[in-house]
């Protein structure tokens, strides 16, 4: 099995990987600050579920699918590229009213949301693909191990993503409308320009 030293290093890049703002974090932030911390909760709840089913795959040797997700990559990212690009411009012609009169609706998207740019991030598809297998130790159980490392990034970045949403919802409920509506440009801005950085950075 994984001995403590490698765990701890393992787990400090983990932190390093997450604490970064990326896509995710972009998205999670921009929802949470016009709808409150539950739309950027249910963000983090959608990436969660996007990483176990990475997890899961890694874990369990699915080579095919993993072959197919890397011939796929680049339509993969550019179709994530894409919806962030959507949602900020969605933000820029936003009214600056905050809450949906459709709630149930409006957590479904939210969630779907957070899968969807989590399996769009190049970030989290290179840390599986390229970073886990490095702290497998050959003699133990691989798939138990994988689970293990996949864990301890999912609780990383549940406990940290989440933080950025209630820092985030905290701080819009400070808000008037027109700062509301300030917000949701800059939030536009950098989703649209999340999505171009996705969609022009290398493989």
């Not at 403590?4 to 896509?23: D, E, H, K, R």
């Not at 179709?79 to 933000?91: E, T, V």
């Not at 989590?118 to 970073?131: E, H, Q, T, V």
């Not at 536009?188 to 996705?198: D, E, I, Y």
Request: glycine fraction near 12%; hydrophobic fraction near 55%.
């Amino acid at each position: 099995m994984i001995d403590l030293a490698s765990w701890l290093t393992y787990l400090a890049a983990c932190i390093a990987v997450v604490i970064v703002p990326g896509p995710t974090v972009t998205v999670i932030i921009a929802n949470s600050m016009r709808h409150g911390a539950r739309a950027g909760l249910m963000n983090v709840a959608g990436t969660q579920a996007g990483i176990a089913v990475m997890v899961a795959i890694l874990a369990f040797g699915f080579s095919a699918i993993v072959a197919l997700l890397g011939e796929a990559f680049f339509w993969l990212k550019l179709l994530g590229a894409a919806y962030l690009i959507w949602l900020g411009i969605k933000l820029w012609r936003s009214d600056g009213t905050l809450g949906n009169s459709d709630a149930a609706k409006a957590t479904r998207n939210w969630f779907w949301q957070g899968f969807i740019v989590i399996w769009s991030n190049p970030k989290a598809l290179f840390f599986f693909g390229a970073l886990i297998p490095q702290f497998i130790d050959p003699t133990g159980s691989a798939v138990m191990q994988t689970l293990l490392l996949g864990g301890t990034f999912m609780v990383v970045a549940t406990f940290l993503d989440s933080m950025y949403a209630l820092a985030a919802g905290r701080t819009g409920l400070l808000l008037s409308r027109r700062n509301v509506r300030l917000v949701e440009i800059f939030g536009g801005t950098c989703l649209v320009g999340g999505g171009l950085w996705m969609a022009l950075s290398r493989r």
